[in-house]
């Protein structure tokens, strides 16, 4: 598996730049393009997310992993403004995130998906492509009412989106409605809509979840892609063939900690991992005999 | 039975002023409810607006008729605010629950007796027009028009502003829902997080969606107050927002034709049905083998229940009304 991957120059970049790093939770990145420390939120009495400090790398590949309910979509929502931490402080892109609501993050520079698919289904998926532009004259509703006022506008951001579109081989499905896609496609149309918003950090929930394998290498290609495009790409995923063929540093959670950091191939390795994701007895048959593998 | 007569009526009723009324107060509630996806069911509540709006000037204030408008305007304006900034945060459904509770607490507000120096009590206000009818070019004492559609001189000129402002306003709804700030009311009835994601301000363009709704209901409320000469606080209950909600789902909900032909067909149907009704019931009441089936008292009930029966067949087996999108519709389900 790991013979077989190719990497590009801004794979190898990447990886260089994370090479110093000590695989230990919570270390210190050489360029950080987003930290947080010590987030932590509370559900009645549970802990969803108790992060003392976590860094993702500037143009690096990022994956968190962890299993059923360690908090890594909480730990999303939490830093894209979508709910409010107990305490803690982030910073993106040296700006400071704390109180900063939901839509004004994805106008700083990042933008994220969800694990459900939110395609809005009965629009057009150019129609859905069109909305993710941000700084939209036509959105004001003085202006709305005087087409001359925005129609140039759009006709930029509608060749923007013809592009996208293409680079994400939905262009055959533009004039649909985005209720008619396949689950797949629907994952493709919600990212490539988040590019739309001219973003540095692409934040993506479980991408893979409900796409076949046929489109799931070119969902890898894509989010390559992003990287090659010069964005910072951070996604929560459970598909772990996925993970070691994109990530250049993955970061594992479990009950709402961080408990291992490090790249795919130490990960695959890290026993605290494998516990985690299997508990202790790992390995060993239930019923007492050696597994075949 | 003179059916001829019956088809007169409900002709010239499809163009009539309740029609035209109501299409004003569909096209707002289609901006909010059909567009944006907020429940609001208290629109009868910024008709209110509207009508004391023009008739406390007119009452009070010994100033143009004119100036009923910006006061009007500015109590649509607080009671979005009023209602909008505690709820639109929250998910549709306490909207609804919120608006429909508003639109009762103002009727009960303006009825009261505490305050019946302002608007009137129960009796509301009265003889307020003066001014609009002096701006009609035509002679009130004429009839005007020809056979089914014939109108006396003021009721001509009410009908010919209210369909002139239904006129505006539909072009008006079209041409903003077709621009990006529609779009936005659009994918916010769709999934408000998604929008959220891409940077656009819900909260914002939510109260936007309910003050411009509420705006044209105002307008209703208005042309609603000027035909009848008067504002009784009871003509804006509940009831009101419900029939004129049952009329924009009828022309088919998030298009502007919809809101327009939807309220003409309702009230089409209305007048129809109340006319037969009573041509039947003209010389006693109905009864087959002795038992009575129909008094001429038990119309009007009668009337709504096979109104209601109609809508519950046209819900069945046309959900998305008369111009609503059939593909849409079927999209929900997934």
């Given at each position: 598996m790991v013979a077989d991957r190719v990497y590009t120059e801004t794979a190898q970049r990447a990886r260089a730049a994370l090479a110093g790093v000590?695989?230990?939770?919570?270390v210190a990145k050489p360029d950080?393009?987003?930290?947080?420390d010590k987030v932590k939120k509370n559900f009645g009495g549970v802990t969803a997310v108790d992060v003392d400090h976590i860094e993702v790398q500037r143009g690096s590949i990022t994956a968190l992993i962890g299993p059923n309910g360690?908090?890594?979509?909480?730990?999303?929502n939490l830093l894209t403004g979508f709910d409010t931490p107990d305490t803690g402080e982030w910073r993106f892109d040296g700006r400071s995130l704390a109180k900063v609501v939901a839509h004004k993050t994805a106008s700083m520079g990042m933008v994220r998906t969800f694990q459900l698919t939110k395609s809005l289904t009965k629009m057009?998926?150019?129609?859905?492509m069109k909305l993710g532009a941000t700084h939209q004259v036509g959105e004001r509703w003085?202006?709305?009412?005087?087409?001359?006022?925005?129609?140039?506008q759009e006709k930029l951001i509608e060749q923007r989106a013809d592009q996208l579109l293409q680079r994400f081989k939905l262009d055959h499905m533009r004039n649909e409605y985005a209720g008619t896609l396949s689950g797949g496609q629907r994952k493709l149309l919600e990212m490539s809509r988040a590019l739309m918003t001219n973003p540095r950090l692409v934040m993506l929930d479980e991408p893979m979840a409900g796409v076949n394998p046929a489109l799931k290498q070119s969902?890898?290609?894509?989010?390559?892609?992003?990287?090659?495009d010069?964005?910072?790409?951070?996604f929560v995923e459970h598909d772990m063939d996925m993970v070691h063929d994109v990530s250049d540093w993955v970061i594992v959670m479990a009950e709402g900690r961080i408990i291992a950091e490090g790249t795919p191939e130490a990960i695959a390795a890290n026993p605290a991992v494998i516990e985690a994701y299997l508990g202790a007895h790992q390995g060993k048959s239930l019923l007492g005999e050696e597994t075949p593998s | 039975m003179d059916w001829l007569k019956i088809l007169e009526n409900t002709v010239s009723s499809l163009v009539g002023i309740d029609a035209a009324y109501f299409a004003l107060a569909a096209l707002g509630l289609n901006i909010q409810f059909g567009y944006t996806g907020l429940l609001n069911f208290g629109q009868a509540a910024f008709m209110a607006c509207g009508a004391y709006g023009i008739g406390m000037t007119a009452q009070y204030f010994d100033v143009s008729m004119w100036y009923g408008i910006p006061i009007a305007l500015a109590f649509v304006v607080i009671l979005s605010l009023l209602v909008g900034i505690p709820t639109l945060r929250l998910r549709a459904d306490y909207l609804a629950i919120v608006t429909i509770a508003t639109a009762e607490i103002v009727r009960l507000f303006v009825r009261s007796v505490r305050f019946k120096r302002f608007f009137g009590g129960s009796d509301g206000i009265n003889s307020f027009s003066t001014q609009f009818r002096d701006l009609s070019p035509f002679d009130p004492s004429k009839q005007y028009g020809f056979r089914p559609f014939q109108y006396s001189g003021y009721t001509f000129w009410t009908l010919i502003v209210a369909w002139c402002l239904v006129g505006i306003f539909g072009v008006v709804v079209f041409y903003l829902m077709r621009s990006p700030w529609g779009r936005v009311l659009k994918a916010i009835r769709e999934d408000e997080d998604a929008v959220r994601s891409l940077g656009k301000n819900v909260y914002s363009y939510k109260m936007q969606a309910l003050v411009m709704g509420g705006v044209i209901g105002m307008f209703s409320g208005m042309v609603f107050a000027l035909d009848r000469g008067s504002v009784q606080p009871d003509n804006y209950s509940r009831d009101v927002t419900f029939y004129v909600l049952t009329a924009l789902v009828l022309g088919g909900v998030a298009k502007v034709s919809g809101s327009i032909v939807g309220p003409m067909i309702f009230w089409g149907l209305y007048v129809f049905s109340d006319n037969t009704l009573r041509e039947l019931?003209?010389?006693?009441?109905?009864?087959?083998?002795?038992?009575?089936?129909?008094?001429?008292s038990q119309v009007g009930p009668v009337n709504y229940m096979l109104i209601g029966i109609g809508l519950m067949l046209l819900m069945t087996f046309r959900p998305q009304g008369i111009f609503g999108n059939r593909k849409e519709m079927a999209l929900d389900g997934r």
């Amino acid at each position: 598996m790991v013979a077989d991957r190719v990497y590009t120059e801004t794979a190898q970049r990447a990886r260089a730049a994370l090479a110093g790093v000590q695989p230990a939770p919570g270390v210190a990145k050489p360029d950080p393009i987003l930290l947080a420390d010590k987030v932590k939120k509370n559900f009645g009495g549970v802990t969803a997310v108790d992060v003392d400090h976590i860094e993702v790398q500037r143009g690096s590949i990022t994956a968190l992993i962890g299993p059923n309910g360690a908090g890594k979509t909480t730990l999303f929502n939490l830093l894209t403004g979508f709910d409010t931490p107990d305490t803690g402080e982030w910073r993106f892109d040296g700006r400071s995130l704390a109180k900063v609501v939901a839509h004004k993050t994805a106008s700083m520079g990042m933008v994220r998906t969800f694990q459900l698919t939110k395609s809005l289904t009965k629009m057009s998926v150019i129609e859905n492509m069109k909305l993710g532009a941000t700084h939209q004259v036509g959105e004001r509703w003085w202006n709305g009412l005087f087409p001359f006022r925005w129609k140039a506008q759009e006709k930029l951001i509608e060749q923007r989106a013809d592009q996208l579109l293409q680079r994400f081989k939905l262009d055959h499905m533009r004039n649909e409605y985005a209720g008619t896609l396949s689950g797949g496609q629907r994952k493709l149309l919600e990212m490539s809509r988040a590019l739309m918003t001219n973003p540095r950090l692409v934040m993506l929930d479980e991408p893979m979840a409900g796409v076949n394998p046929a489109l799931k290498q070119s969902l890898n290609e894509h989010i390559r892609g992003l990287r090659d495009d010069g964005m910072t790409v951070l996604f929560v995923e459970h598909d772990m063939d996925m993970v070691h063929d994109v990530s250049d540093w993955v970061i594992v959670m479990a009950e709402g900690r961080i408990i291992a950091e490090g790249t795919p191939e130490a990960i695959a390795a890290n026993p605290a991992v494998i516990e985690a994701y299997l508990g202790a007895h790992q390995g060993k048959s239930l019923l007492g005999e050696e597994t075949p593998s | 039975m003179d059916w001829l007569k019956i088809l007169e009526n409900t002709v010239s009723s499809l163009v009539g002023i309740d029609a035209a009324y109501f299409a004003l107060a569909a096209l707002g509630l289609n901006i909010q409810f059909g567009y944006t996806g907020l429940l609001n069911f208290g629109q009868a509540a910024f008709m209110a607006c509207g009508a004391y709006g023009i008739g406390m000037t007119a009452q009070y204030f010994d100033v143009s008729m004119w100036y009923g408008i910006p006061i009007a305007l500015a109590f649509v304006v607080i009671l979005s605010l009023l209602v909008g900034i505690p709820t639109l945060r929250l998910r549709a459904d306490y909207l609804a629950i919120v608006t429909i509770a508003t639109a009762e607490i103002v009727r009960l507000f303006v009825r009261s007796v505490r305050f019946k120096r302002f608007f009137g009590g129960s009796d509301g206000i009265n003889s307020f027009s003066t001014q609009f009818r002096d701006l009609s070019p035509f002679d009130p004492s004429k009839q005007y028009g020809f056979r089914p559609f014939q109108y006396s001189g003021y009721t001509f000129w009410t009908l010919i502003v209210a369909w002139c402002l239904v006129g505006i306003f539909g072009v008006v709804v079209f041409y903003l829902m077709r621009s990006p700030w529609g779009r936005v009311l659009k994918a916010i009835r769709e999934d408000e997080d998604a929008v959220r994601s891409l940077g656009k301000n819900v909260y914002s363009y939510k109260m936007q969606a309910l003050v411009m709704g509420g705006v044209i209901g105002m307008f209703s409320g208005m042309v609603f107050a000027l035909d009848r000469g008067s504002v009784q606080p009871d003509n804006y209950s509940r009831d009101v927002t419900f029939y004129v909600l049952t009329a924009l789902v009828l022309g088919g909900v998030a298009k502007v034709s919809g809101s327009i032909v939807g309220p003409m067909i309702f009230w089409g149907l209305y007048v129809f049905s109340d006319n037969t009704l009573r041509e039947l019931t003209r010389d006693g009441g109905i009864s087959v083998f002795g038992v009575g089936l129909l008094q001429k008292s038990q119309v009007g009930p009668v009337n709504y229940m096979l109104i209601g029966i109609g809508l519950m067949l046209l819900m069945t087996f046309r959900p998305q009304g008369i111009f609503g999108n059939r593909k849409e519709m079927a999209l929900d389900g997934r």
